[in-house]
């Protein structure tokens, strides 16, 4: 073969190599979004891949402090859902250790092929980057023992179908812990009394709650529901907050 054919070659196993690589679904589909109500309040546009700048976040320690408060062991499967840039999924995989896995699932094409390109140059190779639905991480059945979900939850066009799905992911006893600002969604917050009726209609028992320190947020620690504990999706009555449905949509 002659050197001008080997470059198209090459270029042509590098995409296929990358289609290979990218990012898919781990589970089967669950339960449909249109099983689900929608929620009665304003949701955040998707704006950015991360929450704040890397350097700020750990002037703040804010992964040793959610890590402390979740209690991260090494071997333990973690789900980050809504990873965006990695911020999490990066300090995660080392604290895991070989025999631990990273989830980081996203729903935006974009974020997650610059995540899987951070994770691939990094050599991190107990993460997984996975691509969910608004309504589904779709992660495997009960293969998850901590889930975290950190400023993204106001985003979540489905909240009570992604939490329903989310469930089904988790390991007995698996806990789910959500940082926001104390806020409402359109500033891109989630005020606590609202994050707790929503998590509560989708079956989940708050076990913590905690300010954190540096202006990071709250961190709310829930315990998930067994997936046949979990209410049906028919009976889900989405909550109300007066202040919350007041602000623009
Ligand atoms: C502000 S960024 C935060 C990213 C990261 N968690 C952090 O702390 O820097 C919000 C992320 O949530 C993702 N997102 C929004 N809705 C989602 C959903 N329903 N399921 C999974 N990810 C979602 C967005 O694509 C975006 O990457």
């Given amino acids: 073969m ?7 070659l090459a270029l042509a196993l590098l995409a296929l ?25 304003p ?24 890590a402390r408060l979740m209690g991260f062991k090494a071997g333990e499967t973690v789900a980050d859902i809504g ?26 094409p974009r974020y997650l092929a610059d995540l899987e390109g951070r994770v691939r140059k990094a050599g991190l190779g107990n993460v997984t980057v996975v691509r969910g639905e608004p309504h589904d991480p779709r992660l495997a059945p009960a293969s998850v023992d901590a889930a975290i ?25 698996g806990r789910v812990g959500i940082v926001d600002a104390d806020d409402i969604p359109s500033r891109h917050g989630t005020p606590p009394k609202l994050l707790r009726c929503e998590l509560s209609a989708a079956g989940y028992r708050e076990t913590g709650f905690s300010v954190l320190d540096g202006g990071v947020g709250y961190l709310a620690i829930f315990a998930a529901p067994a997936p046949g504990a979990r209410p049906e999706p028919a009976t889900i009555r989405p909550c109300r907050d007066e202040a919350t449905r007041a602000a623009p949509r």
């Fill in 149 to 173: 979900l950190v400023h993204m939850y106001h985003e979540i066009t489905q909240p009570y179908g992604l939490l329903h799905n989310l469930a089904a992911a988790m390991k007995p006893g």
């Fill in 17 to 41: 190599t990358g289609l290979a690589r990218a990012a898919e679904p781990l589970g089967p589909p669950g339960e449909p979004a249109k099983s689900f109500p929608k929620p009665d309040r």
């Fill in 83 to 108: 990873a965006g840039s990695g911020y999490y999924v990066t300090r995660l995989s080392p604290l895991l250790g070989p025999q631990g896995r990273v989830l980081g699932e996203d729903v935006t």
């Fill in 43 to 66: 949701v955040a546009e998707i704006v950015a891949a991360q929450w704040a700048l890397e350097r700020e976040r750990e002037k703040a320690d804010e992964f040793g402090q959610v």
């Fill in 2 to 8: 002659t050197g001008p054919r080997l470059a198209p």
